[in-house]
């Protein structure tokens, strides 16, 4: 591409990148190597996005590690070599420094600043963008690369900030190790974090309390070393393992059985619910092809699940209370264990169901239900996040004509494949609502996204335009369309962060996009390559 016209400008940056994550990293390795001058901004300390901020006991990815992994260097893929099926936290940050090291992009970044306001200057056709140290940059693109689960939510309850012991948040997690020995733990969470820390909270703790309002679906991960054996066949099978990844509804090369559920018995569905099971994981919401569509299929799923269940719970009651009611299986992601249900077997742990015995307050010394009142050592914060929007709505980001971007959302949402958004020029947001982002494997989607904002400015600046915006009609088509593929599955009916039903306030629209990985991409690479349909250039 041609950088003169870039080069030739008055704004400190042509691009500017926020987030460190997987997205933001790729964005800014490839900036840098298509001859822009990009600049990062990251309010951790280091990269890693989520890997970073995310560090409780058992964090760990539930996508094959093989899989959650860039694609886009076969000398990264070869050098890179993982330890397990399922990574852990701290080996998912080691790789993720490796990779900012490896293509020198910590240069690019300031790190410990924070993004707080940016704002699009209609005459200079440039944004400007505000950190948290004082300081104002401009750039011709602004990449908001923020994490669609970066922004953490702690409920409101009454009391809450009187407790005097330890508080702890899975999304925030502190450095240093926290020890449980002998301690009265409160877990308040059952969502993939909670799932994940509890088993290694109760290894140490004396007490566990856990506070449980929707009951979810998690099946076990089935997590093993990757042995020498292992990695080599991991790695000659790789090349065919990231083309059918490309190709697939969710990033990954696993595909649903071939056989219509319809065309078999009830021995032959059990052995496909029972190899899909032995697969691990999420990867059970998708044994059968339109199981998250059709109900029968839904629930044959789900009585499946329950008999694992009965083989994992000895208690009854603790069983009924754990058991999924309310959602379709899959509709909410279902987490991946190593030994959670289990762990409700040792008398040490407790579960209270929030839906029969409520939280009224918390007091310096603990947890009041309206049962009683527990007292505890620490409380931990398994809670979520505001998904999808809560890292850019928190940002004063004002474009044409001084429009706020949280006042534009405040009914949901509206953008042209995630990426683009009327009213703010030049302007990329990453892995946000609009996208398949959090149904697929996020490294694959983050190189997507990342490339196709480079693509947009390589574009514009090749062409001449100083700007990109998606049309207002096309956004709407494209956010209506997110929302019907949505409703026509099992999904569009269920209560969850994909549907902002997990914050109070929080504007009911169906955040990510539904319509599978490959469908997107194959829409992204047609925009693209018919000259940035539904954009306008100028
Ligand atoms: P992030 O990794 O969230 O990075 C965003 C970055 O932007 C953060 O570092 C944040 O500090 C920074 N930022 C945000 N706002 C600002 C601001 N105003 N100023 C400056 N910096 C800012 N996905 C999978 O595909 N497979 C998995 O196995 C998987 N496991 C997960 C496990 C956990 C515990 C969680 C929480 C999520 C998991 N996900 C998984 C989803 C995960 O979020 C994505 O895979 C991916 O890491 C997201 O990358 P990202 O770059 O889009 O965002
Ligand atoms: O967050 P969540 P998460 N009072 O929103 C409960 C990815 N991830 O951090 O379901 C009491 O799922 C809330 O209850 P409810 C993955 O995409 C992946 O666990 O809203 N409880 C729920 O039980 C995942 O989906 C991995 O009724 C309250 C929990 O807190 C996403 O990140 C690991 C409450 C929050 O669950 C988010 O997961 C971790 C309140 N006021 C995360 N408010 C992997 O395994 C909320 N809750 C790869």
């Keep these: 591409m041609s950088t003169r016209a870039v080069e030739e400008n008055a704004f400190d940056h042509d691009v500017i990148v926020v987030g460190a994550g997987f997205a933001g990293l790729y964005t800014v ?13 990251e309010a951790a300390p280091g990269v890693g996005g989520t890997w970073f901020w995310n560090r409780y006991p058992g964090a760990r990815c539930d ?5 959650y992994s860039y694609s ?20 998912i940050l080691r790789y993720l420094e490796h990779v900012a090291d490896r293509f020198e992009a910590r240069t690019h970044y300031s790190f410990n600043t924070r993004v707080t306001g940016a704002s699009w200057d209609e005459t200079a056709q440039c944004w400007h963008v505000d950190t948290d140290d004082g300081r104002r940059a401009t750039a011709a693109w602004l990449v908001m690369a923020t994490g669609p689960l970066s922004t953490p939510i702690v409920p409101e309850i009454t009391g809450r900030d009187s407790f005097a012991g330890q508080i702890l948040q899975t999304s925030a997690w502190p450095s240093e190790p926290v020890d449980f020995t002998g301690k009265r733990v409160a877990v308040i969470g059952t969502g993939a974090s909670g799932i994940q820390v509890i088993p290694l909270i109760a290894e140490d703790a004396a007490e566990v309390v856990v506070y449980q309002r929707t009951a979810n679906y998690s099946v076990p991960a089935f997590n093993f ?16 393992r990231r083309e059918l990844s490309w190709k697939s509804p ?15 018995d009830d021995e032959a569905r059990e052995a496909v619910f029972n190899e899909a099971w032995q697969r691990g994981g999420v990867l059970f919401a998708k044994a059968f092809r339109g199981q998250t569509i059709e109900r029968e299929i839904n629930d044959a799923a789900r009585d499946f699940f329950e008999r694992k269940l009965a083989e994992r719970i000895a208690n009854d009651t603790t069983r009924s209370a754990l058991t999924p009611v309310g959602h379709a299986l899959g509709t909410k992601r279902i987490c991946t264990d190593s030994g959670y249900y289990e762990t409700y077997n040792l008398p040490h742990v407790h579960l209270v169901s929030l839906r029969t015995e409520p939280i009224t307050e918390m007091t310096p010394a603990g947890i009041t239900t309206t049962a009683g009142a527990r007292e505890f050592d620490i409380i931990v914060y398994a809670t979520g996040f505001d998904a ?14 001084g429009r706020l971007l949280r006042d534009e959302w405040a009914d949901g949402p509206i953008t042209l494949l ?8 030049n302007l990329c947001v990453l892995n946000g609502p609009g996208t398949p982002s959090v149904f697929a494997n996020m490294a694959l989607t983050s190189e997507q996204q990342g490339r196709f904002a480079l693509e947009l400015i390589d574009y514009c600046t090749n062409a001449g335009y100083s700007s990109a915006e998606a049309r207002a009609d096309a956004a709407e088509a494209w956010t209506q369309h997110t929302q019907d593929v949505a ?23 169906f955040l990510p996009y539904a319509g599978g990985f490959d469908q997107f991409c194959a829409r992204a690479e047609a925009v693209i390559d018919n000259g940035f349909t539904g954009f306008v250039l100028s």
Excluded at 29 to 34: D, F, Y
Excluded at 63 to 67: A, G, K, Q, R
């Design 63 to 67: 996508v094959e590690s093989i899989d």
């Design 29 to 41: 390795i490839h900036a840098a190597r298509r001859g822009l001058r990009v600049h990062g901004i």
């Design 225 to 240: 070393d990757l042995d020498d054996a292992e990695w080599a066949t991991q790695q000659t099978g790789l090349a065919r």
């Design 487 to 509: 409703h026509a599955t099992l999904f569009g009916s269920s209560d969850s962060w994909y549907t902002g039903a997990n914050l109070p306030g929080k504007a009911r629209a």
């Design 72 to 91: 886009f260097d076969p000398e990264l893929e070869r050098e890179w070599r993982w330890s397990e099926r399922y990574a852990t936290q701290p080996e």
């Design 388 to 401: 999808m929007t809560g890292a850019l709505t928190s940002i004063e980001i004002r474009g044409r004509d």
């Design 418 to 425: 995630g990426v683009g958004l009327p009213g703010f020029p």
């Design 250 to 264: 969710a990033g990954s090369p696993w595909s649903s059985h071939l056989e219509p559920f319809a065309d078999l």
